[in-house]
């Protein structure tokens, strides 16, 4: 989602104003969480022979498989803050200081295996872009990461050489023309938050994201800054100061931030070229084996058709072992289908306010809706009447009782916070008396038991 444009003008504003002490806290977040250097450059280069060898699989190695000590160790020593060693008597203020002498020490020795071991190898595996040489020993660019118009250039600009730089800065028009960076345009970097990097094959990530999950990743930050006097870097020769307009800051932070949301809903969406091709192939077998089956009993033809599927499943490796069949079972939910198979950052809900928005011109204008969102369920509880029932789900918003936990719940709340199910109830007198009442959602009445 994009920042509306006065969002980006009072951050402009702001920028200005309060100057270089402004600059230096998005200059040091950068940094901080879109790491672009490894601690140690020259160890990396030494092993990067090894670990093209053993890409992509890295059967040998166990470093993404496992979980450093360090992660997982604690410390039983109390905690001491700055603000209680100077408060107290000067006695128990000494203790306190040696113990947080103590802790920076140890914090010092953490934060060297972090960033100079753990995070330096996770970095090697998994943030460095690999372009593997050819038989003349020029390394190229792999196949899904060639440019459509040059294949031989790599689409996402490794290595960049001409990027490296100590320290971060902010990208003015004469630091894009040195690092041939674009400057205008959809990918415009003009006023962004570049750097530092030291290696020019490496891509930026959190480094606490990178130790946790042990996979690659990528880190965009949105922020754009107006080029002025406190903003513009002393790596710059050239007059850059105030060329670049307001307007022209935030149509580039507007834009770069359509593209970021753009890359993130491709990569949730994109379809996999090999199972496409699969659900492709299996079409054409099922149309096939029809043709051979013209003629032939429904009955039959059912038969095969369902053969095929099955044997297409377990040709293909994709039918469930017995780990995630009970894993299925075990955390499936009626009302989210893709719960037990997924895993989320935050809660979500279906919801469908299209069918609400028509439930009401239907019942109040006499307009015919086109669609309507709802759900067919087998109600299995009479085990010799097995029927289908449908759920419509804004027709059951209609129906709420008047009270007081759902009366006044607005359609999205209610759909969030309730389940509307199919009542249970006692179908023999055996039930009744053998099974505890409260599992039931109805009681039976005199003449029911008759």
């Known amino acids: ?239 850059c100061v105030d060329e670049g307009s307001e307007k022209t800051i935030v149509e580039a932070m507007q834009c770069s931030q359509d593209a970021q949301a753009g890359y993130a809903c491709d990569y949730c969406s994109k379809r996999q070229p090999m199972a496409f091709n699969e659900v492709k192939e299996c079409c054409k077998g099922h149309s096939t084996l029809s043709q051979h089956l013209e003629g032939e009993r429904t009955n039959y033809a059912g038969k095969r058709h369902a053969g095929r599927f099955m044997s297409d499943a377990y040709g293909k490796g994709v039918v469930r072992g017995q780990a995630e069949s009970t894993n299925l079972r075990v955390y499936a939910k009626a009302n989210a289908v893709t719960s037990a198979e997924t895993m989320k950052a935050s809660t979500t809900q279906s919801f469908y306010g299209r069918e609400f928005l028509e439930t009401v011109e239907r019942l109040n204008d006499g307009k015919d809706a086109a669609s309507r969102a709802t759900f067919a369920e087998i109600d299995g509880r009479n085990p010799r009447k097995r029927k289908i029932t449908i759920r419509d789900v804004a027709l059951l918003y209609g129906q709420r009782p008047k009270h007081a936990a759902v009366w006044h719940l607005s359609p999205y709340e209610f759909t969030m916070y309730w389940e509307p199910k199919l009542a249970e109830y006692p179908l023999t007198m055996d039930m009744l008396e053998l099974e505890d009442e409260s599992k039931f959602h109805v009681r039976m009445t005199s003449k029911g038991k008759q």
């Open 1 to 239: 989602m994009s920042t509306p444009t006065h969002a980006v003008k009072r951050h402009l504003e702001k920028m200005k104003g309060e100057g270089a002490t402004e600059i230096n806290k998005y200059l040091k977040y950068k940094a901080h969480v879109c790491r672009q250097v490894y601690a140690n450059a020259d160890l990396a280069n030494e092993r990067l022979a090894e670990k093209e060898t053993a890409w992509p699989e890295y059967e040998t190695s166990c470093a993404l498989v496992s979980r450093p000590e360090y992660l997982t160790r604690r410390d039983n020593t109390p905690l001491v803050t700055f603000a209680n060693a100077f408060v107290q008597n000067s006695h128990t203020a000494s203790s306190d200081s040696s113990l947080l002498s103590s802790r920076l020490v140890q914090g010092q020795a953490w934060l060297k295996q972090h960033l100079g071991v753990h995070v330096q190898e996770l970095q090697e595996y998994k943030q460095h872009h690999v372009h593997l040489p050819n038989e003349k020993g020029e390394r190229v660019p792999l196949t899904h990461c060639r440019r459509p118009d040059n294949p031989s250039k790599c689409k996402s600009d490794f290595p960049r050489t001409l990027q490296l730089i100590e320290r971060a800065v902010v990208l003015c028009h004469g630091l894009l023309a040195k690092m041939s960076m674009p400057s205008c345009g959809r990918r415009s970097k003009l006023g962004s938050l570049h750097g530092p990097m030291n290696q020019e094959n490496l891509n930026g990530t959190a480094s606490a994201m990178l130790a946790v999950q042990q996979c690659n990743s990528d880190v965009q930050l949105p922020y754009r800054v107006r080029i002025c006097r406190e903003t513009h870097s002393h790596l710059c020769q050239e007059c």
